[in-house]
């Protein structure tokens, strides 16, 4: 049986399969495309396809009241994000970040109340995948969306440099003249808006290090389809360690 | 999705600040300094006169800050073309035009408001320059000493098939002026605004 839930920006989880809140009747689950043509004779050439944003609606079945209520205050701590699964034999759970439109709030009637919740998506299904180990990590992406990657360095480190190959060929470097102490960790983030390249120290106090860019490498790492290595380097002598978190992406699932 | 960085930077090409856009639209006619706008849903540091790479997977564009305005949704910002800088009033001594080659002229023309002006916020870092070619006994009708440069950059290209070139390299702190003929077809096609005219639209995805 497909499963939903909504997890809060407290980290909480609601289900949306229990008889207490129960999420049904949906649409707006799969893709669509905002696709533009030119019309020459009979033909017609696409210009430009983009993904539609996700429009998700539905309805819950609530107990009662005080479940409704509870919900709403549920909600209202966002940023929430919809939790997709029970479909594949793996169970595999794919998220959704998303905004609550409209939540309808109806009379309480024989069944509880049969309110109609509308989601709009902040972007499309993903799950994130990790990986970690020494100076080579590869990691396989099954979607041709290109995936953003979270790249987390431990100090102690001097200038690092990476090299990102997708099925065996070069796709980007990236160097960085900056050093790393012992107890630090270095994140460069194509996965978050605008990207991010900085030393963390404890307690999350943090320095950007945009500006240590070697601006004649690409720097931003982004998967592709296949095989992906990564492999990191620096300049100084002890071994590196390294972790990648990818945001792998797909149109629907 | 591959997205388009965006990054500023200084005159002496420190880094200031960088956001990425999934797409952009650029335009560029040697003929007439159009001025392009980017779209950010963040604010970034910019100001009138920051240097604005914008790099994709295969293109990369060069410009200079014109304009930065803010609104609710979005920080837009507006850049024009390198050659803009030339789009000023010099002192050039054109009796030289007799004696030197017409590239050499650009570049000493350059020089002398770029690098020797005596005026730092004026002057650029770390110039180079290649000359690509020879062009003798050029007439450029300059009226007095001091003349508009990218109205000379114009009569250059209509006349000679002379143009300048900015290849800026961040790694390097350097701006390199290209100042050479380019060939008949690229003339063709710099030298008739209708045909120069070249607006792409690069989708990042």
Redesign the interface.
């Given at each position: 049986m497909r499963t939903f839930a909504l997890i809060n920006a407290l980290g909480s989880r609601w289900s949306l399969n229990d008889m207490d809140s129960f999420f049904h009747t949906m649409k707006g689950l799969g893709q669509g495309y905002d696709t533009s043509y030119t019309r020459i004779g009979n033909r017609f050439i696409q210009q430009?396809s983009?993904l539609s944003q996700k429009k998700i609606t539905g309805k819950i079945r609530f107990r009662g009241y005080s479940d409704f209520s509870d919900f709403s205050a549920f909600i209202q701590h966002k940023p929430l994000t919809l939790v997709y699964g029970g479909f594949t034999p793996e169970n595999n759970e794919y998220l959704l970040d998303v905004v609550v439109k409209t939540l309808e709030k109806s009379e309480l009637e024989n069944g509880g109340l049969q309110c109609n919740i509308n989601f709009e998506s902040l972007g499309t299904y993903y799950k994130i995948m990790c990986a970690e180990g020494g100076s080579v990590i590869t990691m396989h992406s099954d979607t041709v969306?290109?995936a953003g990657v979270r790249i987390c360095i431990q100090g102690p480190c001097v200038n690092p440099y990476y090299r990102h190959y997708l099925n065996s060929i070069e796709v980007c470097s990236g160097r960085f003249m900056c050093s790393i102490p012992t107890g630090h960790k270095m994140i460069i983030d194509t996965i978050k808006?605008?990207?991010e390249v900085k030393d963390y120290a404890e307690y999350d106090n943090d320095t950007d290090l945009?500006?240590t860019?070697?601006?004649?490498t690409?720097r931003?790492v982004?998967l592709g389809y296949g095989e992906n290595v990564l492999e990191f380097f620096h300049d100084g002598s002890s071994a590196l360690n390294v972790k990648v978190e990818a945001k792998i992406e797909y149109e629907s699932v | 999705m591959s997205l388009y960085n965006i990054e500023l930077f200084n005159h002496d090409f420190s880094y200031i600040s960088h956001y990425q856009i999934d797409s952009i639209s650029y335009e560029f006619d040697y003929l007439s300094l159009s001025i392009n706008k980017i779209q950010l849903p963040g604010a970034v540091k910019a100001g009138r006169g920051d240097y604005i790479h914008l790099e994709g997977d295969s293109d990369s564009f060069f410009g200079i800050v014109e304009n930065v305005t803010e609104s609710d949704t979005f920080f837009t910002i507006t850049y024009k073309p390198f050659l803009s800088l030339f789009d000023t009033d010099m002192y050039m001594n054109r009796k030289k035009l007799k004696e030197i080659s017409l590239e050499q002229f650009i570049k000493e023309v350059i020089q002398d408001y770029f690098e020797n002006s005596g005026d730092e916020l004026q002057n650029l870092n770390a110039v180079e320059y290649d000359l690509e070619s020879e062009t003798l006994k050029a007439q450029l009708d300059i009226e007095s000493n001091i003349d508009n440069l990218y109205d000379l950059l114009q009569t250059a290209l209509n006349r000679y098939g002379v143009i300048v070139e900015t290849v800026v390299n961040t790694a390097e702190k350097k701006i390199t002026f290209q100042i050479g003929k380019i060939n008949q077809e690229e003339k063709n096609n710099r030298g008739r605004p209708s045909q120069c005219h070249i607006q792409r639209i690069y989708d990042g995805q």
């Open positions: 430009k983009s969306i290109g808006l605008p990207y945009y500006g860019s070697d601006f004649s690409k931003f982004s | -």
